[in-house]
């Protein structure tokens, strides 16, 4: 059975981590994936990097940043090749895991019966594409309660939650003092991260807040903030860490992606973003016994227990970020390993990979004559 994987290729995050995980297990289990690249970026690299096979089309993909006009030309001008390429592969399962690939492939979709699979990683939202490529759909698989739940009742019947896959690589983790010497901190220093992308969503600047209001209660801690960004986001935040006098509290880069070195040898990892599908970086933390505090909002209220494995904080609220981190840190270390041990626990019985993968195995193998 062939299960063909499209993606934009440009950026690289938990859906392209999830996706290999999956995909990987398919081989082993005399499934034949084909992972499809629309373009050259941080996701083809990975791949490079990992000497992962994959077809290169050279096809802009739509993007939310363009605007309408240059997204429906986008659209049009994929529609031949898409139509050419589900007409000379009949037989296989197209399994969707970004909206922007879903909605560039949905016109060519239409004239075929080919199966789809929609994995729903984000809310869902009001879209005439979104709407289309759903109808067109067999089947919407979504990774929390909460994205289930913004999809509209008339596709209930294709819903279906399954949890993401969450593995990890203990033998790529480097020492602490490598760790330290590589991004220029001091050991002596407690390191509070925050690893996501910089828009909006994510409430980087946010961070800063923290940071600045945090050294206001302790000065043995340092902060780092890694993602993808834009020169006009990467712009604001300079800006704001000027204005505050951060520039020798804070440091920043680009994606990283090494993310399992940057989660194991922090002490704190912060994420402030809202309506979050589900949060990876919760779940990769409480594995590698890094803590976490996060917004009171999105997946994160599925994920985290306050005070059980983690903290919750109001949205958008630094000073109760900043008294939280504070608190934690101040902790008696066996308070500390309870918590640490209690989201170790939890990730570890509900996020196997084995079920992930078993689950969508039987979706596949209910599409007959494919």
């Keep these: 059975m062939k299960i ?28 034949t994936p084909e992972i ?89 939202y009001k879209s005439f594409f979104l709407n289309l490529i759903c109808k067109r759909s067999n089947k919407i698989i979504t990774i929390s309660d909460f994205v289930l739940n913004s999809f509209p009742k008339k596709f209930s019947f294709k819903l279906l939650k399954i949890n993401n896959p969450i593995i990890f690589d203990n033998n790529k983790i480097i020492s602490r003092e490598k760790f330290f010497l590589k991004y220029k901190l001091k050991s002596t220093k407690k390191t509070i991260c925050y690893i996501s992308n910089f828009k909006h969503k994510k409430r980087p600047l946010l961070f800063i807040d923290i940071a600045k209001k945090i050294l206001k209660l302790r000065t043995d801690v340092q902060f780092l903030m890694f993602g993808n960004y834009n020169s006009i986001y990467k712009n604001k935040i300079i800006k704001k860490i000027k204005d505050n006098n951060l520039i020798s509290k804070i440091n920043f880069y680009p994606f990283q992606a090494d993310i399992y070195n940057i989660i194991s040898n922090s002490e704190v990892i912060v994420l402030t973003g809202v309506n979050e599908g589900l949060g990876r970086i919760a779940l990769e933390s409480f594995y590698y016994k890094t803590f976490v505090v996060a917004a009171k909002s999105g997946g994160y209220n599925e994920t985290i227990i ?24 101040d902790l008696h270390k066996n308070l ?12 570890n019985k509900n996020f196997k990979s084995s079920d992930h993968v078993n689950k969508i195995i039987n979706i596949y193998k209910g599409f007959k004559n494919v």
């Design 306 to 329: 306050d005070k059980y494995n983690g903290y919750l904080c109001d949205i958008d609220n630094a000073d109760d970020f900043a008294n939280k981190i504070h608190t934690y840190l």
């Design 36 to 124: 499809i690249i629309h373009q050259k970026g941080q996701f083809s690299k990975y791949l490079d990097d990992n000497f992962i096979k994959y077809k290169l089309i050279n096809k802009e993909n739509y993007n939310s940043d363009y605007n309408k006009f240059k997204n429906i030309t986008i659209i049009l001008k994929f529609l031949l090749f898409g139509i050419k390429y589900l007409f000379e592969n009949k037989k296989i399962i197209i399994h969707l895991n970004e909206y922007r690939i879903a909605y560039t492939w949905i016109i060519p979709l239409l004239f075929f019966k080919t199966p789809v699979i929609i994995h729903g990683r984000n809310l869902y």
């Design 4 to 31: 063909i994987f499209p993606f934009s290729g440009t950026r690289f995050g938990g859906s392209n981590i999830s996706s290999m995980i999956l995909i990987n297990n398919l081989i082993n289990k005399n499934f």
């Design 336 to 347: 500390k390993k309870n918590l640490i041990n209690n989201a170790y626990e939890y990730v």
